[in-house]
T-cell receptor
């Protein structure tokens, strides 16, 4: 079973920040938080991952709470092309396997 | 970045036939590849883990004789759906992990299988 829970859907206005939450209350010490997104009828695309520190790259920022039980993916200036299903995945460093949850369907509105 | 391709992107076949889907890592070697299936508006479901040079490991409930996986080289894994039926119609996605890396997987674009 997936170790994460996410809201099923969210809307965001174009140009505004999209904040996507994820709960992973059973995360263990060696497990990373990964975020992927899937645009309709395509394969998932890697966005970002982190262990306990906040991370930022050209696509997004990842904020992980101090207790690591939840995280937030931030798309700073959402565009229409960011409309997709966003998946938060918890994975240990010693395994390759991903278990996908139900994800959040983000719709960016013009 | 690392690129994974799948072929074909779309296939339509008659019930009872077998269909082979290829997954290739184009610019890196992948000891481990994964096969997922995805039904409309549903999440990805892991079917099996494919290891180069050894037998695949199937997830619970996935029939290994129905979904044959071969990982003959470090850049190619194949999934064969044998004796396909309409209920096998789905979106099949593969991914590949960099050899020696436990970080992100790279996903292929998916193959849409329709069984008539």
């Amino acid at each position: 079973d997936a170790k994460t829970t996410q809201p099923p859907s969210m809307d965001c206005a174009e140009g505004r920040a999209a904040n996507l939450p994820c709960n992973h209350s059973t995360i263990s010490g060696n497990e990373y938080v990964y975020w992927y997104r899937q645009i309709h009828s395509q394969g998932p695309q890697y966005i970002i991952h982190g262990l306990k520190n906040n991370e930022t790259n050209e696509m997004a920022s990842l904020i992980i709470t101090e207790d690591r039980k939840s995280s937030t993916l931030i798309l700073p200036h959402a565009t229409l092309r960011d409309t997709a299903v966003y998946y938060c995945i918890v994975k240990g460093s010693g395994t390759y396997k991903y278990i996908f949850g139900t994800g959040t369907r983000l719709k960016v509105l013009a | 970045g690392a690129v994974v391709s799948q072929h074909p992107s779309r296939v339509i076949c008659k019930s009872g036939t077998s269909v082979k889907i290829e997954c290739r890592s184009l610019d890196f070697q992948a000891t481990t590849m994964f096969w997922y299936r995805q039904f409309p508006k549903k999440s990805l479901m892991l079917m099996a883990t494919s290891n180069e040079g050894s037998k695949a490991t199937y997830e619970q409930g996935v029939e290994k004789d129905k979904f044959l996986i071969n990982h003959a080289s470090l850049t190619l894994s194949t999934l064969t759906v044998t004796s396909a039926h309409p209920e096998d119609s789905s979106f099949y996605i593969c991914s590949a992990a960099l050899t020696g890396s436990f970080n992100e997987q790279f996903f292929g674009p998916g193959t849409r299988l329709t069984v008539l």
